[in-house]
T-cell receptor, first 118, second 113 residues
Framework: GAVVSQHPSRVICKSGTSVKIECRSL??????MFWYRQFPKQSLMLMAT?????????EQGVEKDKFLINHASLTLSTLTVTSAHPEDSSFYIC??????????????FGPGTRLTVL | AQSVTQLGSHVSVSEGALVLLRCNYS??????LFWYVQYPNQGLQLLLK??????LVKGINGFEAEFKKSETSFHLTKPSAHMSDAAEYFC???????????FGTGTRLQVTL
């Protein structure tokens, strides 16, 4: 159990276009989802925390107007990179939080999306 | 506030040798600790987690970790390395009821013949 999918796995777009990435929890409901960005050979950088039915909470330095997050249901969150530029090229990973055995919630990660902006 | 320190950004072991990846944490509240593994161009897979039920935690693929409060450590071990264990390993901490994870900088494990 605890499978999280992301779509697409890879996207190449032209500068100035918008790209939408979907994150789905396939076999559990997730009230909280997270979006991370990972640069080559580096750790994950949390971009935002997304709660179902409410506005996302962005980390300091993350432009909320550029990275639009929508969490419309308990199994789906989307990240839209608006007016993408080459510097937005990166590996984007989502995670979904599941409350395990009444002890603590655990984040389960999607496979990631490689975004390349030309 | 919490933080994680992973000592050694790169560890190399021979196939069949002991794997030891170090993780030290800092947390102002009782922590929950996690180890994740990441293969190239993939997301993170949960290896194991400590949630205060038992100090020695067994995970998938033969890995285990021991929570040592006195040493603020949560080192990851595996008795015998396999070539398929070559990957990036991340230690992460969550403080109490906080939802966010704080990740370490990662340790790349190389397994040689």
């Amino acid at each position: 159990g605890a499978v999280v999918s992301q779509h697409p796995s890879r996207v190449i777009c032209k500068s100035g276009t918008s790209v939408k990435i979907e994150c789905r929890s396939l076999d559990f409901q997730a009230t909280t989802m997270f979006w991370y960005r990972q640069f080559p050979k580096q750790s994950l950088m949390l971009m935002a925390t997304s709660n179902e039915g409410s506005k996302a909470t962005y980390e300091q330095g993350v432009e909320k107007d550029k990275f639009l997050i929508n969490h419309a249901s308990l199994t789906l969150s989307t990240l839209t990179v608006t007016s993408a530029h080459p510097e937005d090229s990166s590996f984007y990973i989502c995670s979904a939080s599941r409350f395990d055995r009444g002890i603590a919630d655990t984040q389960y990660f999607g496979p990631g999306t490689r975004l390349t902006v030309l | 506030a919490q933080s994680v320190t992973q000592l050694g950004s790169h560890v190399s072991v021979s196939e069949g040798a002991l794997v030891l990846l170090r993780c030290n944490y800092s947390s102002s509240v009782p922590p929950y600790l996690f180890w994740y593994v990441q293969y190239p161009n993939q997301g993170l897979q949960l290896l194991l987690k400590y949630t205060s039920a038992a100090t020695l935690v067994k995970g998938i693929n033969g890995f285990e970790a021991e929570f040592k409060k006195s040493e603020t450590s949560f080192h990851l071990t595996k008795p015998s390395a396999h070539m398929s264990d070559a990957a990036e390993y991340f230690c992460a901490v969550k403080g109490g009821t906080a939802s966010k994870l704080t990740f370490g900088t990662g340790t790349r494990l190389q397994v040689t013949l």
